[in-house]
């Protein structure tokens, strides 16, 4: 689909993407390098990123690509700091690297646990705490009154519970929570705004794959009238609208892109019998002598 955003919004911006080389990560490097900003994406798999770095270089977009995990330190600094050499600055820090699978709690190792909460939250705070002397106001290449933007990709599977989700449920709260501190201190002292994205269930990416596989998601849409699958490009045109100026004054919120799934309930009467239960009920109360308990209605 085409963009509505014009073409150059983001000209002359550097980005760098963790698990930027693949599902949503990847579709928005693409995008933000096709409204203008140069690219470095990491990621685990050095052919991943080989193969990503190929694809945004034959869009046009000048894209970097580094080998590096999350959840070791000197990897997020040997990735920001080659970053900085190959474009001289940083923009926008994406923290899109995660890591997910179905299992119910009681089959959950600690460690199984904690593997999640170091790539999604652990990992996402490194990034963050190492990307911060380039993004804030007067850091290398920056305006001194302008900082860069940060946006951390969440998930809505928190905001009540899911099932044989509590690692992710856990690690996206915490990714959530540390994209409000950051946006409260950093948008203060260093004019960064910290915002997040969580997307609902994206066609074509590893999170429908482990998280929906056929059988599950098939009979899932019989009881979730609003379910349907977004699109990467939809979690994309979210990150390019809080990364340019039309977001220029959102800072600390969580973006929900899921069509309003996350709200969906399965659905008790249908209109037509509320409709007579709801007058039904409403005649009754207003029949009813005063001081008769609601029990007895
Ligand atoms: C139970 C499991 C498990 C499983 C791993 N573990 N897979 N436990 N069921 N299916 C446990 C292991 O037993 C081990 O604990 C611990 O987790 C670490 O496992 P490793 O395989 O050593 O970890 P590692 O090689 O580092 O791999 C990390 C990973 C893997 C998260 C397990 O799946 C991965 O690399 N994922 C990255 C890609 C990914 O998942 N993308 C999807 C993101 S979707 P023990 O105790 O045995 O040592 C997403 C969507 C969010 O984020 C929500 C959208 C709606």
Known sequence: MESPFKSDILKGKVALLTGGGSGIGY??????????????????????????????RSLSIQAIGFEGDVRKRDDAIRVLESTINQFGKLDILVNAAAGNFLVPAEDLSPNGFRTVIDIDSVGTFTMCHEALKYLKKGGPGKNPSSGGIIINISATLHYTATWYQIHVSAAKAAVDSITR??????GTDYDIRVNGIAPGPIEGTAGVRKLAPEEISSKRREHVPLFKLGEKWDIAMAALYLASDAGKYINGTTLVVDGGLWLSSPRHYSKEAVKQLSR???RRSRDAPVGIPRSKL
């Not at 693409?30 to 190929?54: C, E």
């Not at 501190?181 to 950093?186: D, F, K, R, V, Y």
Request: hydrophobic residues 50%.
């Open 27 to 56: 579709e928005i490097s693409a995008q933000l390098g096709k409204h203008g900003a140069s690219i470095a994406i990491m990621g685990r798999r050095k052919h991943v990123v080989d193969s990503a770095v190929s694809a945004l």
């Open 280 to 282: 039904t009920v409403e």
């Open 181 to 186: 501190s950051l946006a409260l201190e950093w």
